[in-house]
């Protein structure tokens, strides 16, 4: 499967533990963004790279979320103490610019 | 500020029959509308977008800027079409990198 791929796909941790998402997109896209998805919600924006540079991040980013994407490539999220809000699908999708975003799986968050 | 209305949380159709999926929209630019769907187990993917004028896998969804919407629609539905369907936006003028969505509708079509 040559799609965007996370790492891991389901999480649990206890509460102020910090947690961290790996994105690998679709090779050659220059676009990545990271949306989060709670229970009865449709997804939420939360920031996107084009290659390396964060472009924006949503006000639902607090600071103890923080994302990267060093090298143009692959992108991780961490959040640091985690709080049982911040349970969720935390989505990644990749693009080329002005062209259809591709999303992966998600990785589920689980927090106790 | 931008806003995907999707009014219709479960909607439940008999085969063949035709299935309307209501989606409403209010954003001050100019959008770009999108239809994106989730069948079970599956990623979410892209069925749509109103630019392309297109017709994916039978459905149909015309924007009425007038009325703000853009339902999808299909006149005869099949039971594969079963899933989670989100309407979304994003600014036609900017880069199309920040899609808002509204909260989907489960659509299940019963044989």
């Known amino acids: 499967d040559t799609g965007v791929s996370q790492d891991p796909r389901h999480k649990i941790t206890k509460r102020g533990q910090n947690v961290t998402f790996r994105c690998d997109p679709i090779?050659?896209?220059?676009?990545l963004y990271w949306y989060r998805q709670t229970l009865g919600q449709g997804p939420e924006f939360l920031t996107y790279?084009?290659?390396?540079?964060?472009?924006?991040k949503s006000r639902l980013l607090s600071d103890r979320f923080s994302a990267e994407r060093p090298k143009g490539s692959f992108s991780t999220l961490e959040i640091q103490r985690t709080e049982q809000g911040d349970s969720a699908m935390y989505l990644c999708?990749?693009?080329?610019?002005?062209?259809?975003?591709?999303f992966g799986e998600g990785s589920w968050l689980t927090v106790v | 500020a931008q806003r995907v209305t999707q009014p219709e949380k479960l909607l439940s159709v008999f085969k063949g029959a035709p299935v309307e999926l209501k989606c409403n929209y209010s954003?001050?630019?100019?959008?770009?509308l999108f239809w994106y769907v989730q069948y079970s187990r599956q990623r979410l993917q892209l069925l749509l977008r109103h630019i392309s004028r297109e017709s994916i896998k039978g459905f149909t969804a015309d924007l009425n800027k007038g009325e703000t919407s853009f339902h999808l629609k299909k006149p005869f539905a099949q039971e594969e079409d079963s899933a989670m369907y989100y309407c979304a936006l994003t600014d036609s003028g900017g880069s199309n990198y920040k899609l808002t969505f509204g909260k989907g509708t489960l659509l299940t079509v019963n044989p």
């Open positions: 790279f084009q290659n390396e540079a964060q472009l924006e």
């Open positions: 090779s050659e896209h220059n676009r």
């Open positions: 954003y001050s630019g100019s959008p770009e």
């Open positions: 999708a990749s693009s080329i610019i002005l062209n259809t975003i591709y």
